[in-house]
């Protein structure tokens, strides 16, 4: 089991960024932003401590239609999960216990991303349970820098 959960894997691309201003707030929708190590992405009001694990939120585009399926729905916008960043072409649990980097950042793995009862509130009925086993993943900033829309997430090691 530990060979394939070493095996390589296909880098994927930052396809979206968000920063949340203030709780409730609109997102918004940026091309680049700048990750602090230990606090998260300058700009967005969820800007763990220093000991945190939730310092960005990242989810996978591809689950973004899965959501969008669970609702009967053509697509869901990924301001709707309000999640930092939305990753294409990469299953984020491969990353669990891990570095990865995106752009000129060293990120950690910290935990999953579960859904909260405001998707309820942004889907209507089911919209919590649309996103269970979908919501992405937390990380930690170690290394902080600039990242970009078109970036690969590669992980380390």
Known sequence: ???????????????WIGLRPERRAPMIAVEQALLEPGRGVIGDRWRGSATGARQVTLIAAEHLAAIAGFLGRDAVAPEALRRNLVIQGVNLLALKGRRFRIGAALLEHSGECHPCSRMEEEFGPGGYNAVRGHGGITARVIEGGAIRLGDALTREG
Do not use: I, K
């Open 1 to 15: 089991m530990a060979r394939l959960l070493d095996a390589p894997m296909r880098p994927g691309s930052l396809v």
